[in-house]
């Protein structure tokens, strides 16, 4: 199992001590074994996160998640008390993201998910009822069977960074409306209801998610970029410290080549967030079912002790050798 420890405190002053650096062309087996994620509350990362640990466990590395939030990750990672983070969504974080990047003590490896995406999104009835693009929130009548409030997921979060300067700048007609911001169970619950009874919701989506399997949904267009261009698409980077990355060029290797599918993504989040069996688990059944993408991962990589790491997978996951 994973081991997952609380985050010490982020006190700002001063290291009390440097990390040690390695150069980059350094042996995987002089890499320290411990790999340190940042894994907010959310369906998705919780579960990639935790492939990727599955596979490093087998490749010799001790991985362990925290799960915090996005605002105190980007912190942590600044700091050095975070290694890793799988869920750098943007621009919906660009906020954080931007003066974290200025400081030069974060690495970005790129987009780990291909075909991530963001925006309002309605059961596809109310779609079929005339309200297509965010622009029709201005309607009177829509807004009223709307009852002029969006679903959010927590405050704080990059989708509610957005919604509230849709509110604050009258974006769309949003200046007199409410912002209801729970948790993504939470806002999900809400969808459901109004679904079971066919009524009328606009809320946050998201792709990859399992939302987009179980129900329904239309994304509203977003012809004034609200929730970023080109229709809301965004990247979901693999964000490393530093000197983690200087120091650990086999695992920053494997971070790298690690990037899946939204649709893939949608099926783990499926099988953690909405049939509630544990992460590992779902990890693990992803991993045996997709031998091919797995060895992709791994190109070039090696065990902790300097082995190829595809044959060592191999054998740890009972992978097939024409993977």
Excluded: C
């Amino acid at each position: 199992m994973m081991k997952r420890y609380p985050l010490p405190l982020i006190v700002g002053s001063a290291l009390l001590t440097l990390p040690l650096v390695v150069p980059a062309t350094a042996m995987a087996q002089q890499e320290d074994a411990s790999v340190r994620f940042s894994a907010p509350a959310w369906p998705g990362v919780t579960v990639k996160t935790a492939m990727a640990s599955k596979l490093l466990e087998a490749l010799g590395y001790q991985p362990s998640q925290q799960e915090i939030g996005s605002t105190i990750t980007y912190e942590a990672l600044n700091l050095g008390e975070i290694d890793a983070f799988l869920a750098a969504w943007l621009p919906a974080q660009q906020p954080m993201y931007d003066p974290s990047m200025e400081k030069g003590t974060i690495v970005d490896l790129g987009n780990n998910v291909d075909g991530a995406r963001l925006g309002f999104a309605v059961p596809s009835y109310v779609a079929e009822a005339g309200l297509t693009s965010a622009e029709d929130l201005d309607n009177e009548e829509f807004a009223e069977r709307l009852g002029r409030t969006v679903y959010n997921i927590e405050a704080g979060s990059g989708m509610s960074e957005i919604l509230n300067r849709g509110v604050d700048e009258d974006i769309y007609g949003l200046g007199d409306w409410d912002l209801s911001e729970t948790s993504t169970p939470g806002m999900l619950s809400v969808v459901k209801d109004a679904i079971s009874n066919d009524e009328w919701v606009v809320f946050g989506g998201w792709t990859p998610h399992w939302m987009n399997i179980e129900y329904d949904i239309t994304y509203l267009d977003d012809p004034k970029d609200l929730w970023g261009p080109n229709g809301g698409r965004s990247d979901v980077k693999t964000l490393l410290n530093k000197d983690f990355a200087d120091s650990h060029p086999n695992v920053s290797k494997f971070l790298d080549q690690v990037v899946i599918s939204a649709d893939d993504q949608s099926e783990m989040i499926l099988g953690f967030g909405f049939e509630n069996r544990d992460p590992e688990e779902v990890a693990l059944e992803w991993i045996k079912k997709n031998p091919e993408k797995v060895k992709s991962f791994v190109e070039g990589v090696t065990t902790r002790n300097g082995e190829p790491a595809w044959p060592a997978l191999q054998e740890a996951f009972d992978l097939s050798q024409e993977g």
